[in-house]
């Protein structure tokens, strides 16, 4: 099971840090990612994490988010620098059992979304 926190309202330029809560079972060897759908649009890969420490992002975020994972409290995090316009959409956490992937339909377990709106 995983559930999504920390997503508001900001202002173009600000900073948000979204958590997702892991809970159920432990996860060690899948690949964990964000997605985001924004509005009237599809989903689409935000970051990930292999269980090596390799990150990977999409182009439209790299350099201004960070996703890192706390094992030990099994927490997965999004740290979002320099918010834009374009970074609203409703954010996901998902897990893939299979690893690395771009693609939704290739993750088996995702949370409910947080909602994070850059307006100002």
């Known amino acids: 099971q995983l559930r999504e926190s920390g997503g508001e309202l900001v202002q173009p330029g600000n900073s948000l840090r979204l958590s997702c809560i892991i809970s159920g079972r432990t996860y060690s060897s899948h690949f964990f990612s964000w997605f985001r759908q924004p509005p009237g649009k599809e989903r689409e890969f935000v970051a990930g994490?292999?269980?090596?420490?390799?990150?990977y992002y999409s182009d439209s975020v790299k350099g201004r988010f960070t996703i890192s994972r706390l094992s030990s409290e099994n927490i997965l995090f999004l740290e979002m620098n320099n918010l834009k316009a374009d970074d609203t959409g409703l954010y996901y956490c998902a897990i893939a059992r299979r690893g690395y992937s771009r693609v939704p339909k290739d993750f088996d377990i995702w949370g409910l979304g947080t909602q994070v709106t850059v307006s100002s």
């Open positions: 994490l292999r269980p090596s420490g390799n990150r």
